[in-house]
């Protein structure tokens, strides 16, 4: 372990944390040297106070503490997060709790509101600064936001019935993957029309897909609480692995880094 920080007033397992984002740094061009990126960490306290914590990522101290009273819709504290390259914060909370974004710069809040429909999950940021909600259950699949147009949009559920995605991944073709159940399975959307691709991308033997991640080649990892994981042809569809003999995976965040590859500053 290279540090450990203490988080005050940290309410237990439902308060967090829970969304982690390293910022994206660039290499200086005159003296070739990377700055140590910082850390944002967001959890809630005993009072209901949601804290967003940036940390140094050298030693995890404390740098500042942006809080937003009231995050009190659910039990759950701030649940997802993910910088745009900015290194500005987008979080979500919990299914029909609120979203918001953090300026980088400024800490100032900017309240983003809510989804067309609850149930909120995993999410992301693609490389146009643009975020992607998972929608575990109802109409839509996936919900959009817009921050340039300050929108959001529900994606539907193109045609299938089934429960939509828990954790969410982008990939550098700017198309967005979920994790599905209901039947377990993969689902993909074209990130540039907002039209569904595939709706049943089939996982042999799934039992309850959760996290999904794409890898440094371009595949898509899905992670199975059914202690597996699935490596997954983008293109094709097919499984070119399957991992075996894990125990209670569990993720819905960008396990590979590659999320934070997107909006890395050029």
């Known amino acids: 372990m290279v540090w450990h920080t203490p988080l005050p007033l940290a309410d237990g397992y439902y308060g967090g944390a829970r969304p982690t984002a390293w910022e994206g740094v660039a290499q200086d061009p005159v003296t070739c040297e990377t700055p140590v990126p910082r850390l944002w960490v967001g959890y809630k306290d005993v009072n209901g106070v949601a804290h967003f914590a940036r940390l140094d990522g050298d030693t995890g101290a404390i740098l500042d503490d942006v809080q937003r009273p009231g995050w009190t819709s659910n039990s759950f504290g701030p649940y997802g997060g993910a910088v745009n390259s900015a290194g500005d914060l987008f979080v979500i909370g919990y299914d029909n709790e609120i979203s918001i974004r953090i300026d980088a710069l400024t800490l100032e809040i900017e309240e983003l509101g809510f989804s067309p429909g609850q149930y909120k999950y995993g999410m992301g940021v693609d490389q146009n600064g643009n975020m992607w909600v998972g929608s575990f259950s109802g109409n839509d699949h996936m919900y959009f936001y817009d921050p340039v147009a300050k929108q959001w949009q529900g994606m ?47 996982l042999p033997d799934c039992g309850s897909p959760w996290g999904v991640s794409i890898d440094n080649e ?43 590859k997107l909006v890395l500053p050029q």
């Open 156 to 202: 539907g559920n193109g045609g299938n019935p089934g429960g939509g995605a828990l954790g969410i991944a982008v990939d550098d073709e700017n198309r967005v993957w979920g994790a599905a159940n209901g039947p377990c399975r993969l689902i993909e959307l074209d990130g540039d029309t907002k039209t569904w691709t595939n709706q049943n991308i089939t």
């Open 218 to 260: 371009g595949y898509v990892w899905v992670v199975d609480k059914a202690n597996k994981a699935y490596k997954v042809d983008p293109d094709t569809y097919e499984i070119k692995l399957v991992v075996t003999g894990l125990i209670n995976p569990y993720t819905y965040s960008d396990m590979t880094g590659q999320g934070l």
